[in-house]
Nanobody
């Protein structure tokens, strides 16, 4: 049974940083594409960043230059370092994995999802 458990969300002031973690069980993250998505209140879920099985990464335009995705294979955990946070980054952030997503940030391609962690950027 695949489980993805996110942590690290919270309340942060604009310009601040957070690091999200997604610990996986039942799936080896170095064999799948793993991504971070987010969903703000009243909006559709959108892709933020992904890492493929071979370590390639991709970012949404909104995340480029501010967010960094990384992976610890020994811990079977993927991270999202978020810097220079803005109020419009406020959302529930989800970790998801897929054997078939390749290099695409489309929610419909992801089979396994975590429960989400809330990120709120506010002064």
């Amino acid at each position: 049974q695949v489980q993805l458990v996110e942590s690290g969300g919270g309340l942060v002031q604009p310009g601040g940083s957070l690091r999200l973690s997604c610990e996986a069980s039942g799936v080896a993250l170095d064999l799948v594409t793993t991504a971070w998505f987010r969903q703000a209140l009243g909006k559709e879920r959108e892709g933020v960043s992904l890492m493929t099985s071979d370590g390639r990464s991709s970012y949404a335009d909104s995340a480029k230059g501010r967010f960094t995705i990384s992976r610890d294979n020994a811990e079977n955990t993927i991270y999202l370092q978020m810097n220079s946070l803005r109020p419009d980054d406020t959302a529930v952030y989800y970790c998801a994995s897929s054997y078939r997503a390749s290099f695409y940030l489309l929610p419909s391609l992801y089979d396994y999802w975590g429960q989400g962690t809330q990120v709120t950027v506010s002064s």
